[in-house]
């Protein structure tokens, strides 16, 4: 019956579970770092889950995953076809044989199309729970659940299908990135950026001078329960992304959690000593969460060492960018949207020309790889270094641009984005 | 040392774990709906735990699942025996050889012990944990315990002795149920009904003309955390029925994760467009459950596209099913077991004789189910049809006598099963 | 690429991910007994574990094992080196070949670095959490955190390398501890009473007469998801413990959670019917972690039923612990670390000698292990009993002493360890 590498479907289908937990934990996030006030975050991020698995089932999965027209767009009709493989028992990856783009002419994991579905699904409900942090009490539910559709069916695939699919234009190019620091953090942030350029809109027609503030109100319990269910949703992201079981994955355990780690004491200290601020829950919180974030991009290309080091650098630039980001007054972001996943996501990218050693690339199937230049990556590093600079230009401008047409023919459907949380009734 | 399939038993003994985790989550499921005034049920569920290990460990495990005598009942002192092989270290399936039932002249997954124990032990608590929701603070915490002690010796393992057990009369018949839409979900029901009934008995000869309600007061946090909890705890309910890692295992995850999405939309779609009403927290989490529950008993069966249309269907007949239920005066059901679990199980295994597609029920270890009408069955389809309408009304008619006997005698022992909680001093 | 055993792997690394989340688990259980004011422990909890993963990268984890010299101390420098591995590639167990001690010359379970690192780092990181629950708001945070790099240097490592290393001088004279009953509870009890004999010293000579006390104030829902989550974990810990993938492992699992579940039933029925108690939310939770304490230093020792007799036996062992401990004046230890923890995990180290059956042990890699006196373990019986005590009595003073030292410094360097909770205007 079957063809499918069993090792690797657990592996892989396991850290898709831890994944797809991870919106919820987002949701919890929100509620630890700016109070129940903000419960209606939950309903969100649940309908967040509903709209990634039938929208990607129906054709997102699809449009970033089957063979590409010219590297920008995969076949929505390919193989399994609409509603992965409909009625019919002979889908590719289904009972027989494994699905096409991880077979053996391209990553060779011989996945199951339902192992290989939940982890690519769960990823893009996770990156939009993350966009969805700055919409607060702000933006209309329904405005946002409209935006939802149109992001699973092209916003989070046609990246993806550029850089995760092996046809897509800037996979062949040789843009890597490993678990998602362009194509989940820094994107999640681009389109947060366009959500709060339209919010800001909306509010200066009102006659607000500055976007309205949200305060940040910690509750220890929840913020402590989303940061470890987030950093083991993590073990899923990551190491998950081998998308085999192999020394490679276990490496990235390492890398992965050592950052993190190494992340929260860099966080802490130079909060202390430096800003002479109080290490508390909130910013070991978010020093885990750059941590993670910025080693996410890399996580497969490098050393334990490496990991190290990252965390280390990773710290002061959260607590600078922080300080950047709050003084902008025209937007709002209270779960740190900007500072954490857009700088982190961006920086973890570019540090891949840096930090990347081959024979850790090789290992988690990125042979192609160059070194970085610290180990002696050379030109080649330069080269790498453009190419991610291009993928990051192109993927966040898309993002930005296709997010804000989005949002633009949603408001004139319904009359605006924003609504008024002050006089609503519903939590 | 060992015969055990390594893929197998690790796919089944994580799905275990998860099963494990449910009952408490059921436990804060009832917070989430109720508020913390229901903290009581937290000990109601990690008893419930503590029981079904110790007393099917003891008993039940064998009365269910090793050889039967006529397909009615299994012999307690079957091969491991008494307390799971006692003391002895040759026990099959312990260090040598495979569990009986799952050895190579039945399902040939080749589990051992240990696994095959914790997830049918898991499973049965979380069962009792889906009952245990009418308690609410009517009944006697004394006599829900001395109820579960007969649960897990009779009123679970019965029914599965004649489905699960490979040598019962249902099974030889060919009834199926995959995850336990019946044996699980329906039955909770029926067990259920009894206590509502005898509360309800109680309260009349207080004087009550109807039973005293208890309002839904919704708490936010705790009901996002149970849905998500019990969600990754399906992923072990129905993957891990196949009781084996195979292409079929990660077939099912898209099935059940499908039905459980596509449901969330349809409930909240026909909430708002057809009721007007809102698509809050609440609902969405209903709707969740319906379309988890209603693919439990046919997870295996059916193709993913299949999936989708049950969810559709699900959402409006849990609206309806809602609605009938609220109109009932003698008793309270502010959690939902009778309009989800109830009818929802009843549905999903009727629904086997419409949507089953052989080559998937095959897959998953059921050759001989035939492909339901939708997918031309013919008559095959409705001989099952019939088959599981009789193992319906068998297994329903005596979780129900059994329950209500148990009661009986509990209550003539204990001077009634309710208690006056507004007087109690307990929380 | 790879030597590695994939399916030991694939369980050890997501055992190791449970304990993981331990912990916070731990802090969570703090603040379901003590209440909200005391949710500063989760900032603790978060700082031990990027403590634990941070210091034990760069040294703590060849000091415990890497080949000792002597049986004493590992080799910081050996194989891998600091860091991990630091940025070579080739290194032992991360992408070629299996980590030291775990290869084929000795437990040949074939291991990688990634695995086994998270594997005892966490487990490390769960012992100080326990350690940590003694500090309350009595403990200045920058002591603890002083203490917590102390701790992973050499106080939790030390022993770990003279009973876990196989080349330790404990551990070669047949001294063995499954999963942790002396290295882990134990130790975190002697841990613990150097800390609250050092806040005792403090606080007389501010002049109090007795320790200050700190109220139980369950707050159940936390209290509750505390339990799951550190019963899930326990997972990890002692099914993860056999370092491999067979029908031991799975066979642990049964030992594990019969005895869990025997001593909540145990306690909640002395409680009720020999101390006329309520057998509350409180006593239920402690019931479960005193089962689960005392199985861990044996859970590959022994059958099924013998864990469930276990069982039965911590029950009233509990109780009367905690009543004894309760009288105490000069300490203070609400969440009950002295009671379950060190009176459970010496208890259950001192059961090896009468529980043992050699088959059981010999599966989980324990063959030079004799039955114990309630198996016709007779005089090698005996000699056990005087080796484990033995250990008993050596890793507890040398972690006592340890503890009392470094803090001794510490105080001197920071003008106490002690604060006065009441005027702190920190959470």
Redesign the interface.
Known sequence: ????N??N???V??CA?LI??MP??V??LE?GELG?RY??S??K???I??????VM?IIGFNIAFAPTTGGLIGNPLYGPGL????????ATG???GVWWSTGPSYFATDL????Y??FEAASAAVTLALVGVVVLRKMKLEAFLAYSVVYFVVIWTLPAAWIWNPTGWLYQMGVRDFAGGLLVHAAAGAAGLAIVYRIWREEKRKGLKASTVVPVDVN??????A??LL??GW?GFN?GSVLA??????????TT??S???C??SV?FFRRVVLKG????LY??NG?LMGLIVITPMAGFV????A?VIGVIAGPLYLAAERWFLKQRWFTDPVSLFPAHFVGGVFGLMMIAFFT?S??AG?SGNSNLPSGLL?GGGTAALNQLGLEALATVVVLAAVFAMTYVALEVIARAMGGITTDYEKEQ??
Chains 1, 2, 3 share one sequence.
């Open positions: 019956m079957t063809d499918i069993l090792a479907n657990l592996w289908v396991i579970l797809f937990s919820v934990s949701g919890l509620i129940k419960s209606r939950l309903l991020t649940l309908l889950i509903g709209c990634a698995l039938f089932a509603f992965l493989g409909g009625f019919s028992s002979n289904m009972l027989n199951s199309t339902g192992t579905f939940l220890p319990t929840w913020l402590a329960l940061m470890i950093w083991v073990f190491p079981m192999n020394s490679s994955a276990t490496t990235v355990v390492l959690f050592l993190g780690a190494t929260l004491l802490a109080s290490p508390d829950l070991a919180s885990i050393s334990p060492a490496g190290i050693q024979a850790f290992a180990f519903i939590d």
